[in-house]
Nanobody, 125 residues
């Protein structure tokens, strides 16, 4: 499956962005989707993931109440709504996919087989 992340940009603290992850090439509804981020000099870290059905989601503790992950399977697209952004949220954001029948913890980048190219999010104070 090919993934294309978009929607990043520069915002002030407290602002909002919605990232999109458009998929092609495979049956999108068969895949769990994760969002990760990587700031300069830091390791890639988990942000959120959503199961293939869309019924179960998980968001990192520091983003609970601010970020929400969703998906529209008929549109082959997943989303990450980010509200109340903080400077610490500044990073390149990546979406990733793994088949729903494949094992592996959705919190770890190594569980995912397919990655998008990343989109930059910059939050200024």
């Amino acid at each position: 499956v090919q993934l294309q992340a978009s929607g990043g940009g520069s915002v002030q603290a407290g602002g909002s962005l919605r990232l999109s992850c458009a998929a092609s090439g495979r049956t999108f509804s068969d895949y769990d989707i994760g969002w990760f981020r990587q700031a300069p000099g830091k390791e890639r870290e988990f942000v959120a993931f959503i199961y293939s059905s869309g019924y179960i989601t998980h968001v990192r503790d520091s983003a609970k109440g601010r970020f929400a992950i969703s998906r529209d399977n008929p549109k082959n697209t997943a989303y990450l709504q980010m509200d109340s952004l903080k400077p610490d949220d500044t990073a390149v954001y990546y979406c990733a996919a793994k088949h729903g029948l494949v094992g592996g913890d959705g919190y770890y980048p190594t569980s995912y087989n397919y990655w998008g190219q990343g989109t930059q999010v910059t939050v200024s104070s």
